[in-house]
């Protein structure tokens, strides 16, 4: 829906048509649509959270300037409707954001219920706490969380197609809307693909987030990864060539998906994820294994 939201305003499709050509700053966009820079900003920040369009701050003759680039050449939208029988062949999971069973973690960090702090922030020890699988929501400046997704599946049965839902963001040192981070994603220790998240949002405050909470991170994008005979996708957008086949993944035994945030990216962005009672939806990471 944040992608769809963005060709619905004929000034964003103008936008993206600039963009196409090159980079624009934001005065410049400003100047040719005939527009106030104000505008243009709110323009750019909902193309920025559907992750079709990054910034980056660079210096000027005037100072520094926010120069605005696209971040893909072409989005492919899939409307095949799955036959019954087809969902039939399926069975979900829903994995809370604490029930992490391997992790490697730098501050800043922490974890987060519903009720308060887990242990003490920026510390990493606690992500060992046995209180960690309360956790929804769970941040990290760098390393990675990994989760044991159960394998239902018996005999000759295999996987035909893997979809993860999960709410997702930066972390940045308090909060900043124009925060990218390099988020790279792995099934069974084979990387799948990579994602850049536009930010750590918080300026402003989480539906669901409890009033208690007063730090940065309010929220973040609710993102769809999809493995299928196609390649993998983010929200319909082709991320690599990886298809479940290449998964090894067996019967009966189960797999791992690992979202790391490596130090070593181009940007390293750090990594939030929100599960149910905080953020904007009502979830945790939803897997849904398609079979046959």
Not at 20 to 30: H, K, N, T
Not at 91 to 107: F, M, T
Not at 180 to 185: A, E, G, I, K
Not at 188 to 196: A, D, F, R
């Amino acid at each position: 829906m944040h992608i769809l939201s963005c060709f619905s305003s004929e000034t964003r499709v103008n936008i993206i048509e600039l963009l196409g050509r090159g980079q624009w700053s934001i005065g410049e966009l400003a100047k040719e649509l005939d527009m106030s820079s104000a505008i243009i900003t709110k323009h750019i920040q909902i193309l920025e959270e559907a992750g079709i369009v990054a910034t980056d701050s660079v210096s000027g003759t005037r100072g520094r300037r926010k120069l605005c680039k696209l971040v893909h050449n072409s989005i492919t939208l899939l409307l095949h409707q799955e036959s019954v029988q087809e969902e039939k062949n399926a069975y979900s999971v829903s994995i809370p954001v604490g029930q992490y069973a391997g992790h490697a973690v730098k501050p800043t960090c922490g974890l987060a219920s519903g009720k308060g702090i887990i242990g003490m922030v920026d510390d990493p020890r606690y992500f060992t706490s046995p209180d960690h699988v309360h956790a929804s929501h769970v941040w990290l400046s760098s390393g990675y969380l990994e989760y044991v997704i159960p394998n239902y599946l018996v005999g000759k049965q295999r996987v035909r197609r893997l979809t993860i839902s999960l709410e997702i963001g930066s972390e940045a040192p308090g909060y900043n809307d124009n925060w990218p981070s390099d988020l790279s994603f792995h099934l069974n220790g084979k990387p799948i693909g990579q994602w850049t998240c536009p930010g750590d949002f918080g300026s402003s405050r989480g539906v669901l987030t409890p009033s208690w909470w007063s730090m940065g991170s309010q929220h973040g994008l609710l993102k769809t990864l999809s493995v299928s005979a196609e390649g993998t996708y983010m929200d319909g957008i082709r991320i690599s060539a990886t298809t479940p086949s290449e998964l090894a993944i067996a019967a009966g035994q189960p797999f791992y998906l690992r979202i790391a945030c490596p130090e070593d990216a181009v940007h390293a962005g750090g990594l939030c994820l929100f599960g149910r009672g905080f953020g904007n939806y009502e979830q945790d990471i939803e897997i849904t294994v398609h079979y046959e």
